[in-house]
């Protein structure tokens, strides 16, 4: 018997030595926190801590007359909320960037923000989109599809793009142009899309973002890719390292929703792993590190999060999805997770309803 059990400690102790510095510190999901709207489905949030003390959350929502997917493409907004606290709940505020009309490249919709301050500006990255057809209403909601003429159009023209406001409140300042076009006979030829910007002291700015290219028959796109583009300023002229991506299912593995921060260790990325092919679980997370922001090397132990969610009414449930995470970063470290989740056993499709939550890291670990 004491043969077996010094076994079993062993184990234990491989199984605790093999988790990374995200995995390992994992709290309990509140209940209540985060954030979730009835009549809509609620997306990928950013959180900022503001100078008035509060936490401001920017997420991305569109009505639930539309399918999950891919109602997103052609009616997201990004929407403020505040919370007197990391883990929230958060209460909504009003609507950050909203629709603006078929003319302008984000006219349709917005989607994925991603919240950074720098000197006393508050700049807001995000996909945008647009399409030259009539609204889709309660009446016509059916025909969106993947194929319908909307979601063609709006796929097509999914760009990266910022605004900028003096407050965590706004009024947000667009750009009538995005800051990271298309480029043919490129891994992101097709469409730009999921920024994740670091803004380095000198005002410099790494952005990670999310890339798909035109197959050869000129019709179809390729698999997601991830790639890395640097700008001197978040409103300078923005430069794709390389030609080749960082990520893709030839590099490394396909991953999508990459999260950077950095820290006196340098830069690190939470990504979820969209098949599998590094962390062995597909769509868990994947934590990757680097120097520089340019070259990238997967952790010793890549697993940073599964879909099995501990949250503090002692119940652990395994996740419909778990998505678009965010690392919010006070004082040097990572202290929450937030995540995009749904109910459900996993698909778009299968869930019915979609809410913003948070995982606290624990700091004794």
């Known amino acids: 018997?004491?043969?077996?059990?010094?076994?079993?400690?062993?184990?234990?102790?491989?199984?605790?030595?093999?988790?990374?510095?995200?995995?390992?510190?994992?709290?309990?999901?509140?209940?209540?926190?985060?954030?979730?709207?009835?009549?809509?489905?609620?997306?990928?949030?950013?959180?900022?801590?503001?100078?008035?003390?509060?936490?401001?959350?920017?997420?991305?929502?569109?009505?639930?007359?539309?399918?999950?997917?891919?109602?997103?493409?052609?009616?997201?907004?990004?929407?403020?909320?505040?919370?007197d606290t990391p883990e929230g709940p958060y209460d909504f505020k009003d609507v950050a960037?909203?629709?603006?009309?078929?003319?302008?490249w984000d006219g349709r919709s917005c989607h994925n923000p991603k919240i950074v301050k720098y000197n006393d500006e508050y700049i807001l990255y995000y996909m945008g989109s647009t399409h030259p057809f009539e609204e889709v209403d309660e009446e016509n909601a059916d025909e969106l599809t993947l194929s319908s003429k909307w979601c063609i159009a709006a796929r097509w023209g999914k760009r990266v793009g910022v605004a900028t406001s003096k407050s965590p409140n706004g009024p947000w300042e667009r750009l009538d142009a995005p800051i990271l076009d298309v480029k043919p006979n490129s891994f992101y030829s097709f469409l730009t899309s999921n920024p994740s910007p670091l803004i380095k002291e000198d005002g410099s700015v790494v952005l990670l973002f999310k890339g798909r290219g035109y197959k050869e028959d000129g019709i179809s796109h390729s698999d997601m890719s991830i790639g890395v583009a640097t700008a001197p300023s978040y409103d300078g002229e923005y430069t794709v390292m390389g030609n080749e991506p960082l990520f893709s299912i030839d590099q490394f593995g396909e991953v999508e929703d990459p999260h950077l921060w950095s820290d006196k260790n340098g830069y690190h990325m939470l990504a979820k792993d969209q098949r599998g092919q590094i962390s062995g679980h597909k769509h868990d997370g994947i934590l990757a590190h680097s120097k520089d922001g340019i070259n990238w090397e997967i952790d010793k132990t890549p697993l940073a999060y599964t879909k099995k969610v501990k949250w503090d009414n002692g119940k652990t449930i395994q996740q419909g999805q778990l998505e678009r995470v965010f690392v919010l970063v006070e004082n040097g470290e990572p202290t929450h997770l937030f995540f995009a989740t749904m109910d459900g056993p996993g698909g778009f499709g299968n869930g019915t309803k979609t809410w913003n939550m948070v995982i606290p890291l624990n700091k004794n670990k």
């Open 97 to 104: 960037l909203g629709a603006r009309g078929a003319q302008f």
């Open 1 to 83: 018997m004491k043969t077996i059990v010094f076994i079993l400690f062993l184990i234990a102790v491989q199984v605790a030595g093999a988790q990374n510095s995200i995995f390992s510190k994992l709290g309990t999901a509140p209940v209540n926190g985060g954030l979730e709207m009835e009549d809509y489905w609620v997306w990928g949030s950013s959180v900022i801590k503001g100078d008035d003390g509060k936490y401001h959350m920017y997420a991305s929502r569109w009505p639930k007359y539309l399918k999950f997917h891919p109602g997103w493409m052609i009616a997201s907004e990004i929407v403020h909320a505040v919370s």
